[in-house]
């Protein structure tokens, strides 16, 4: 009798996660690409601008254990696809924004309808994927932030550049709506997808992926024991602080970046887009490389300690050298050194496994919630003192601040995480 072969429905679930992480960061990161224009046409000086950067972060950090909360308890298909409806809408609304507080209103609702997409994705690929695979599918889904900049940051100057910073809105939020339906046609639970096989679901089951039925999950109800384990041990606050310094690199790229090269660098504004691309690129390689070595060497039988951990705090001393732009002459060394930098940022991204290998199994979206909440944290810090510092005119400042934070995440993930376990036990 013939051995009925494993389907592969897992790598179709990761691509509609891909896709929605791209729309994700495109939403977050257009305000990047308008504000030179915005800051312009309202007269916002530097203050003014970090504060719209961080308008997204405020509800997004606040939001990320409420966040994380629902999206152990709320059918990812309906989850994601009402609050990327949401805030797809929200970003159409930014073209028709005339003020400073309206800015930072709309930029506030995106974050909040936001939060909960990277505890829902991780809760997927914890659910659909064996932990031998993990490390990759997290790779490849937060890949997307990076390859979407990377192509999309010179699409969206060229839309800019023929639209209008009010068009580029329209444009990106369009899109939005668009993929939140197909999300909800498409995106199943594995236990409710109607076609995925049992030779898959056994599969999956063996290599430790997390089956439930959504039904179930929605039932549960968390106690103040939970939140007890969500805060109470060492490697989770290690892994928390972590995620604060890798958020800080990702937050400057996010929001100050194209203002770097156009303000203080005096670039021409469509050869920024062109330039910025470079970057996202690199953390885009980074992403990748470290997801499969990760679980390349997890495979030879090397210890998680060193197959999750090593690409990490190799990423973070890389996240570093982003200092070195400030002794740069020439753009092409501003460049390299931006690149180098966000290549080890893209490499300390696979940081989410560590929440599917730390979390109590229950508890997977509840500590993504807090863990994202801490990311959330440095992308409402971040761009309100780079704001500061640079008012002067001099971004030197900000940048060296950049990369002592990334040092600290390094000694976080060296000397605070420890032994990679999950924390169902004592510490």
Not at 91 to 116: D, K, Y
Not at 169 to 189: C, E, I, N, P, Q
Request: with cysteine; proline share 3%.
């Amino acid at each position: 009798m013939a051995i009925l072969k494993p389907t592969h429905k897992r790598y179709h679930i990761l691509v509609l996660i891909f896709g929605t992480v791209v729309i994700n960061y495109l939403d977050r990161a257009n305000i990047s690409v308008a504000m030179s224009d915005i800051s312009e046409s309202f007269n916002f000086n530097s203050v003014q601008m970090g504060w719209v950067f961080a308008g997204f972060a405020w509800t997004y950090a606040l939001l990320q254990i409420p966040g994380g909360m629902l999206a152990d308890r709320v059918r990812s298909r309906i989850l994601y696809a009402i609050m990327m409806l949401f805030w797809s809408v929200a970003t159409l609304f930014q073209s028709f924004a005339n003020s400073l507080l309206v800015f930072i209103g709309l930029r506030a609702s995106i974050g909040m309808f936001e939060a909960p997409s990277y505890p829902t994705n991780n809760a997927i690929v914890t659910r659909w994927f064996p932990v031998n695979e993990r490390a990759s599918a997290i790779a490849m889904y937060t890949s997307g932030q990076f390859v979407g900049l990377a192509v999309l940051t010179p699409v969206l100057v060229a839309i800019q550049t023929w639209l209008g910073w009010r068009g580029l809105f329209l444009v990106s939020g369009g899109v939005g709506v668009v993929w939140a339906v197909v999300w909800y046609l498409f995106y199943r639970d594995p236990l409710d997808h109607p076609k995925v096989n049992e030779a898959e679901l056994n599969y999956i089951r063996r290599g430790g992926g997390i089956l439930v039925r959504a039904e179930k999950k929605e039932r549960a109800s968390f106690t103040k024991a939970d939140f007890k384990k969500a805060f109470g041990y060492r490697k989770l606050w290690g892994i928390y602080m972590g995620q604060y310094c890798i958020g800080t690199m990702l937050a400057f790229f996010l929001t100050w970046f194209v203002p770097y090269l156009v303000k203080y660098r005096d670039l021409d504004f469509m050869q920024s887009g062109f330039l910025a691309a470079i970057p996202y690129l690199s953390a885009f390689l980074g992403i990748i490389f470290s997801g499969f070595a990760s679980d390349f060497l997890l495979r030879k039988g090397y210890s998680a300690e060193l197959a999750r951990k090593a690409p990490i705090l190799l990423g973070m001393l890389l996240s570093v050298t982003i200092i070195g732009a400030n002794y740069a002459h020439s753009t092409t060394f501003i460049i390299v050194f931006m690149a180098l930098a966000f290549f080890g940022n893209g490499l300390a991204s696979i940081a989410w496994i560590f929440v599917s290998a730390l979390a109590p199994k229950h508890l997977i979206g509840l500590v993504g919630g807090v863990f994202n909440f801490m990311g959330g944290v440095s992308g409402i810090v971040t761009p309100i003192v780079i704001g500061v510092l640079v008012k002067d005119g001099n971004f030197a400042p900000a940048l060296f601040m950049v990369g002592a934070i990334a040092l600290l995440g390094f000694f976080s993930y060296l000397f605070v995480v420890g032994k990679v376990e999950r924390v169902d036990g004592a510490d």
